[in-house]
């Protein structure tokens, strides 16, 4: 009888855990109304690649980190899964609705140009459509550096070939330029702005000339595209338009942030006295416990005898 009722007892917490568990799942996302009017307002910006393009851009700046990459509310905070059946029934007003306002932990976007936000709709709906990678096409880049008249341009052309077998320019192609740093991001941006290609596949930027390079002032510049029907393509090149670095290496600047190459000296030297102390330390410690070992057994052998 009272094994019978631990039993109802387990099961009664059980139950009671289970519901408790759903209830504060449920409360995390509570239902979020939204006004008849505000619903009902219809997307002005037409879904094309720049909108698609132009929300990607935004979403993650602002949303991915705790939307997820995908959208599936998997990022650095617990967030709404962007790709249910429940969520892509909003209609797009009722959608930007609470982009605009926000809530709780999420914050309102009433400041950003209003084109943006149904931008970032448009995108946030083509996170659900399965993209076969098969499917993609491919593009490549060139790159191309003039330094006449005094100043340094970079020109970058994209071209893919067709179905009939012709390599043929890409238009309005979203390219960015870097350089290879020493930073643990990798690369740094040379121009903010974005940059498009034109009717010939080709976009012109001017250089920046105050970038610190190697020993000898080179620089590896990088140019990538990302867009949503081609694979991510990217072409690294070297050129002399870095400012020389006297790679002195007790003087050259250095910060916690570089490789090991670049790491500060104090942080060098304190690492290898701390390592080098605590090898000293463990012989220190095996000489004593041998020094034990043979200390008892020459105390055995005198008893012994």
């Not at 619903?39 to 935004?58: D, F």
């Not at 605009?100 to 309102?108: A, D, F, K, L």
């Not at 590896?220 to 002195?248: C, F």
């Amino acid at each position: 009888m009272k094994m019978k009722r631990n039993i109802l007892v387990t099961a009664a917490l059980g139950v009671a855990f289970l519901y408790s568990g759903l209830l504060a799942n449920a409360q995390d996302f509570a239902p979020w109304p939204v006004p008849d009017e505000a619903a009902a307002v219809e997307n002005p910006v037409a879904l094309t690649k720049e909108s698609l393009q132009a929300g990607k851009s935004l979403f993650d700046l602002q949303c991915k980190a705790c939307h997820g990459e995908s959208g599936k509310g998997d990022g650095l905070i617990k967030s709404a899964n962007l790709t249910t059946p429940e969520f892509l029934a909003q209609t797009d007003g009722a959608i930007h609705y609470k982009i605009y306002h926000g809530r709780g932990v999420m914050p309102g976007f009433s400041t950003l140009p209003d084109e943006q936000l149904w931008d970032v709709i448009n995108y946030v709906r083509s996170l659900s459509m399965v993209r076969d990678s098969a499917d993609l096409k491919d593009a490549t880049i060139s790159l191309y550096f003039n330094d006449a008249e005094g100043q340094r341009e970079l020109t970058a052309k994209v071209e893919e070939t067709n179905a009939e077998g012709e390599v043929v320019p890409v238009a309005g192609m979203k390219v960015n330029f870097a350089v290879q740093t020493h930073f643990v991001l990798g690369q740094l941006p040379v121009v903010p702005a974005d940059h498009y290609t034109n009717e010939n596949g080709m976009v012109t930027v001017v250089f920046n000339d105050t970038l610190i390079g190697d020993g000898e002032g080179m620089l590896q510049v990088v140019a990538s595209i990302q867009d949503m029907e081609y694979k991510p393509a990217q072409v690294t090149e070297a050129v002399g338009w870095g400012v020389p670095n006297p790679q002195d290496y007790w003087t050259e600047r250095r910060a916690l942030w570089k490789n090991n190459d670049y790491v500060p000296i104090w942080l060098l030297i304190s690492f290898t006295g701390s390592a080098l102390a605590i090898w000293l330390t463990i012989v220190y410690v095996a000489l004593l416990v041998r020094k034990i070992k043979l200390e008892g057994d020459r105390y055995e052998n005198d008893v012994n005898t």
